[in-house]
């Protein structure tokens, strides 16, 4: 079943790491959330049949006002058939949970709460600049925890410099002992034109050893088989029946309609994706200008981004969903991931082993197939 995406392109203070589009000036916020009234009004008919996933993402969409939260449900509810179970996420960082808020959203149709903890530890939130305490990271998860959504997950960080084994085993035993029933879990990257990456060019920060960080992937995937959550995508583990639909959308190939500045959709051939400036995004729906790009997928293109999302998962990729026979072509690749062990074909599926799942997104660009390579297709 299709879903959609609202950006809401708004944070209380920009995380170091953080490459996504984000304003920490909330003063243009009625505009473009207007604006995003607007696209989703233009667009609502792209949905092909009921709507099985809705997902509040920014940016900090817990910034908003439950009142503009309901806004968004009625306009999707007026205009698109939402099925009646379908699953609604909110993302919200620790600093914005009350109780109070908590029954407003669940009041308001959230089903899924997303929780941005990162870490729980004072000087490692301080390290990335992150809006919230520790122990207000604490306090939310115990109260999301007896909240009675229908299911609720953290984010946490690892791989960050320094980190021992045994901090990052704290991390998880406190989620843990809080009967989180899902986890994402990401490993501290380096993207361009971030604070951090500042930070690690002047020498301010040394990032540790890639041993380290899979030493704590290897602990991570341990910790989390123990207490039954599944891995299912190389960030993500769930207890059965907690995984991320709207998530498991992306990485299957379903459709998606993404609202709002820097939003992403997919309709099964073209991508598209809107403008990442907040004002720039809410002068053109105002002028009835374009705000999007958009680029139609060839074969090669769709078998690769097939490879990159459904290695990253539990189920692989059917063989029979690749268009051009990529492992023909790059059979040098394949049959050396064979015999190292990282990759299988079981079923009739490419799947990575748990070994390979340190490589995913490398294993996945060495069998990529390239333009000039394609075969003719008979
Ligand atoms: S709160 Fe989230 S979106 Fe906002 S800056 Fe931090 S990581 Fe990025």
Redesign the pocket.
């Known amino acids: 079943m299709p879903g959609i995406y609202l950006h809401i392109p708004f944070?209380r203070?920009?995380?170091t790491y953080?490459d996504?589009h984000?304003s920490t000036s909330t003063q243009g916020k009625a505009r473009v959330l207007n604006a995003m009234a607007l696209e989703l009004e233009q667009r609502a008919t792209e949905m092909e049949g009921s709507v099985g996933t809705i997902y509040f993402g920014?940016?900090?969409p817990s910034l908003l006002e439950a009142s503009e939260i309901a806004r968004f449900m009625q306009d999707i509810r007026g205009r698109c058939s939402v099925a009646p179970d379908a699953e609604v996420t909110l993302e919200a960082?620790p600093d914005d949970i009350t109780e109070e808020r908590l029954a407003a959203w669940k009041e308001l149709g959230i089903t899924r709460l997303s929780l941005?903890t990162q870490s729980f530890r004072e000087e490692r939130l301080r390290f990335m600049g992150?809006?919230h305490t520790a122990e207000q990271a604490l306090r939310s998860i115990a109260l999301i925890a007896k909240a009675g959504f229908a299911s609720w997950t953290i984010d946490l960080i690892y791989g960050l410099p320094q980190m021992s084994l045994a901090e990052w085993d704290e991390q998880l035993t406190i989620a843990l002992e809080h009967g989180m029933p899902h986890l994402s879990a990401y490993c501290l990257t380096v993207e361009a034109k971030t604070a951090l990456a500042h930070q690690v060019a002047k020498g301010a920060v040394h990032m540790p050893e890639d041993a380290d960080q899979s030493a704590q992937l290897d602990r991570l995937m341990s910790r989390m088989e123990a207490a039954g959550l599944v891995h299912y995508e190389i960030s993500n583990f769930g207890l059965p029946g907690h995984f991320s639909r709207h998530n498991s959308s992306y990485w299957d190939g379903v459709h998606y309609l993404g609202i709002g500045p820097s939003a992403h959709s997919y309709n099964g051939a073209t991508r598209r994706w809107n403008v990442a400036n907040n004002i720039r995004y809410a002068k053109a729906l105002e002028a009835g200008e374009p705000y999007w790009e958009s680029e139609t997928l060839n074969a090669a293109q769709r078998t690769n981004e097939l490879l990159l999302t459904g290695l990253r998962t539990l189920a692989g990729v059917a063989l029979y969903k690749l268009e051009l026979d990529a492992l023909a072509i790059n059979r040098p690749s394949f049959e050396q991931y064979l015999a190292q062990g990282l990759l299988l074909v079981q079923d009739g599926r490419l799947v990575l082993t748990k070994a390979g799942r340190h490589f995913a997104d490398r294993i996945a660009s060495d069998l990529f197939v390239s333009a000039d390579d394609r075969p003719d297709r008979a």
Do not use: P
């Open positions: 944070c203070k920009a995380c953080c996504f984000f920014g940016g900090t960082n941005g992150r809006a």
